[in-house]
Protein backbone atom coordinates (compact mmCIF):
# COMPACT_ATOMS: atom_id res chain seq x y z
CA UNK A 1 0.00 0.00 0.00
CA UNK A 2 1.22 3.47 -1.06
CA UNK A 3 0.95 5.78 2.13
CA UNK A 4 1.01 10.09 2.13
CA UNK A 5 -0.09 12.70 4.49
CA UNK A 6 -0.72 16.49 4.39
CA UNK A 7 1.16 18.33 7.01
CA UNK A 8 0.38 22.45 7.58
CA UNK A 9 3.60 24.66 8.27
CA UNK A 10 2.90 26.55 11.49
CA UNK A 11 4.44 29.59 12.13
CA UNK A 12 6.08 27.92 15.30
CA UNK A 13 7.86 25.63 12.44
CA UNK A 14 9.80 28.38 11.29
CA UNK A 15 13.38 29.51 12.12
CA UNK A 16 15.17 33.35 11.78
CA UNK A 17 15.35 32.94 7.80
CA UNK A 18 11.43 32.47 7.64
CA UNK A 19 11.27 29.13 6.11
CA UNK A 20 10.99 25.79 7.70
CA UNK A 21 13.62 25.11 10.87
CA UNK A 22 15.35 21.44 10.12
CA UNK A 23 14.26 20.53 13.07
CA UNK A 24 10.42 21.30 12.38
CA UNK A 25 11.52 18.22 9.81
CA UNK A 26 11.56 15.69 12.08
CA UNK A 27 8.82 16.42 13.60
CA UNK A 28 6.95 16.15 10.34
CA UNK A 29 8.28 12.88 9.40
CA UNK A 30 7.21 11.74 12.56
CA UNK A 31 3.86 12.67 12.20
CA UNK A 32 3.54 11.22 8.95
CA UNK A 33 4.73 7.61 10.44
CA UNK A 34 2.84 8.07 13.44
CA UNK A 35 0.00 8.84 11.26
CA UNK A 36 0.84 5.74 9.43
CA UNK A 37 0.56 3.44 12.26
CA UNK A 38 -2.91 4.97 13.51
CA UNK A 39 -4.14 4.38 10.34
CA UNK A 40 -3.71 0.61 11.12
CA UNK A 41 -5.41 0.89 14.29
CA UNK A 42 -1.77 1.15 16.00
CA UNK A 43 -2.36 4.62 18.34
CA UNK A 44 -0.89 4.81 21.96
CA UNK A 45 -4.12 3.04 23.53
CA UNK A 46 -2.57 -0.02 21.38
CA UNK A 47 0.92 0.36 21.88
CA UNK A 48 0.57 0.74 25.76
CA UNK A 49 -1.30 -2.89 25.74
CA UNK A 50 1.30 -4.68 23.41
CA UNK A 51 3.91 -3.01 25.83
CA UNK A 52 5.80 -1.64 22.60
CA UNK A 53 7.02 1.29 21.33
CA UNK A 54 9.35 2.62 18.58
CA UNK A 55 12.35 3.79 19.24
CA UNK A 56 14.70 5.84 16.52
CA UNK A 57 18.14 4.30 16.15
CA UNK A 58 19.01 7.20 13.72
CA UNK A 59 17.39 9.73 11.11
CA UNK A 60 18.66 11.78 8.20
CA UNK A 61 17.85 14.57 6.03
CA UNK A 62 18.74 15.82 2.79
CA UNK A 63 17.15 19.81 2.33
CA UNK A 64 16.85 20.41 -1.56
CA UNK A 65 14.36 23.11 -1.34
CA UNK A 66 12.96 25.77 1.03
CA UNK A 67 9.72 25.47 2.29
CA UNK A 68 7.93 28.66 3.92
CA UNK A 69 5.00 29.27 5.88
CA UNK A 70 1.38 28.40 5.69
CA UNK A 71 2.06 25.68 2.26
CA UNK A 72 0.44 22.53 2.99
CA UNK A 73 3.08 19.78 2.10
CA UNK A 74 2.89 16.12 1.67
CA UNK A 75 4.99 13.40 2.89
CA UNK A 76 4.88 9.67 2.22
CA UNK A 77 6.29 7.10 4.04
CA UNK A 78 8.06 4.25 2.33
CA UNK A 79 9.64 0.71 3.81
CA UNK A 80 13.23 0.64 2.60
CA UNK A 81 14.29 -1.50 4.92
CA UNK A 82 12.87 -4.61 7.16
CA UNK A 83 15.69 -7.08 9.51
CA UNK A 84 15.08 -10.95 9.06
CA UNK A 85 13.81 -11.12 12.35
CA UNK A 86 11.18 -7.29 11.90
CA UNK A 87 12.72 -5.96 15.21
CA UNK A 88 14.50 -3.41 12.98
CA UNK A 89 12.57 -1.05 10.65
CA UNK A 90 14.03 1.51 8.25
CA UNK A 91 11.56 4.10 6.68
CA UNK A 92 12.28 6.69 3.70
CA UNK A 93 10.11 9.89 3.76
CA UNK A 94 9.72 12.04 0.58
CA UNK A 95 8.23 15.53 1.67
CA UNK A 96 6.37 17.45 -1.74
CA UNK A 97 5.72 21.41 -1.71
CA UNK A 98 2.61 22.12 -3.09
CA UNK A 99 3.49 22.35 -6.39
CA UNK A 100 4.74 18.55 -6.44
CA UNK A 101 8.35 19.39 -5.91
CA UNK A 102 10.48 17.15 -3.66
CA UNK A 103 11.63 19.58 -0.89
CA UNK A 104 13.38 16.95 1.80
CA UNK A 105 14.56 13.37 1.72
CA UNK A 106 14.81 11.48 4.85
CA UNK A 107 15.76 7.95 5.72
CA UNK A 108 14.69 6.75 9.70
CA UNK A 109 15.72 3.57 11.01
CA UNK A 110 14.09 2.35 14.00
CA UNK A 111 13.63 -0.62 16.26
CA UNK A 112 10.42 -1.79 18.52
CA UNK A 113 11.60 -1.81 22.69
CA UNK A 114 9.62 -3.21 25.41
CA UNK A 115 8.00 -0.86 27.51
CA UNK A 116 8.71 -2.64 30.80
CA UNK A 117 12.07 -3.92 29.94
CA UNK A 118 13.11 -1.15 27.83
CA UNK A 119 15.17 -3.56 25.63
CA UNK A 120 14.84 -4.60 21.96
CA UNK A 121 11.90 -6.64 20.93
CA UNK A 122 9.65 -8.10 18.40
CA UNK A 123 6.82 -6.63 16.66
CA UNK A 124 3.35 -8.50 17.61
CA UNK A 125 2.20 -10.32 14.01
CA UNK A 126 -0.51 -7.32 12.66
CA UNK A 127 1.77 -4.71 13.31
CA UNK A 128 4.69 -6.50 11.55
CA UNK A 129 2.06 -7.74 8.45
CA UNK A 130 0.97 -4.10 8.83
CA UNK A 131 4.38 -2.37 8.03
CA UNK A 132 5.27 -5.61 5.31
CA UNK A 133 1.96 -4.40 3.40
CA UNK A 134 3.72 -0.94 2.88
CA UNK A 135 5.27 0.18 -0.12
CA UNK A 136 8.59 -0.81 -0.54
CA UNK A 137 11.14 1.90 -1.48
CA UNK A 138 13.68 1.47 -4.49
CA UNK A 139 16.12 0.71 -2.27
CA UNK A 140 14.88 -1.69 -0.34
CA UNK A 141 16.90 -3.80 1.35
CA UNK A 142 16.71 -6.50 4.73
CA UNK A 143 18.28 -5.22 7.46
CA UNK A 144 21.58 -6.19 9.32
CA UNK A 145 22.62 -5.01 12.44
CA UNK A 146 25.38 -3.34 11.03
CA UNK A 147 22.69 -1.39 8.84
CA UNK A 148 21.03 -0.56 12.79
CA UNK A 149 24.31 0.31 14.88
CA UNK A 150 27.18 0.70 12.47
CA UNK A 151 30.58 -0.50 13.03
CA UNK A 152 33.29 2.34 13.86
CA UNK A 153 30.38 4.24 16.56
CA UNK A 154 32.13 5.36 19.42
CA UNK A 155 29.69 3.14 21.79
CA UNK A 156 32.46 3.16 24.52
CA UNK A 157 33.74 6.49 24.84
CA UNK A 158 33.24 8.66 28.10
CA UNK A 159 34.07 12.27 28.80
CA UNK A 160 37.33 12.60 30.79
CA UNK A 161 37.15 13.84 34.27
CA UNK A 162 33.11 13.44 34.88
Same mark, same amino acid.
Given at each position: ???????????????????????????????????????????????????????????????????????????????? *? @???? &?? !?????????? $?? +????????????????????????????????? *? @???? &?? !?????????? $?? +???????????
Amino acid at each position: MKFITSIQVRWSDLDQNRHVANTAYSSYMIEARMHFLRQGGFDNQAFAQMDLGPAIISEEFHYLRETFPDAVLRVDVELS *G @LSED &ER !FVRFNHHLYH $PD +GGLAVFSRCTFCWISLSTRKVCHAPSELAAWIR *G @LVRS &ED !FRVLSKADAF $PV +GLPRKRKLEGV
